[in-house]
């Protein structure tokens, strides 16, 4: 008996490695990146974003969003894909930017603000209301 359990356990470790752990991974990572390539995840702000960022936080500039976009993908990447900004409204970023993924980016107040306004931006555009 302790031969054969000995043998299973062994017969399942050689396929572990391929059936049950290499795939889903290879999947995983396939998925990822065809969401990255596919994504708006790092869209650039255009002259008429900073127009709609200025109107909703007076002062905001076009440098400004650039720096929420760079912020966002350098440290919004670590520990999963960049989520899409047309995922969320701009009143939902704000709310998770400022509140846990700001925290978990360990984001300075002044950074949240630009990673903030970055996606609301962005994103207002895909809202049918236009934010
Ligand atoms: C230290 C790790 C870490 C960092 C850095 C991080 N996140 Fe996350 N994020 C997570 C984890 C873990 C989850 C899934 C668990 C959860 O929803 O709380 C998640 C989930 C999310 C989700 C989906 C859930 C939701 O709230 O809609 C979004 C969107 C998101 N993160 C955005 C961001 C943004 C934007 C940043 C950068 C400001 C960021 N994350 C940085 C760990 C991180």
Redesign the pocket.
Known sequence: MRGVFLKVTFIIRMAGPQMSVRYPVVFLAAAALSACGGSTAALAPSAADARWAAREWPGTTQQDLEAGRSL?AS??S???AL?SPS??TPTDWDQ??QG???A??R?SAKDRNL?AHY?ATVSQRTQPSGG
């Open positions: 966002f440290r919004c670590s520990c999963h989520p995922e969320k998770t930017v846990e993924m700001g978990r980016a984001l990673v996606l």
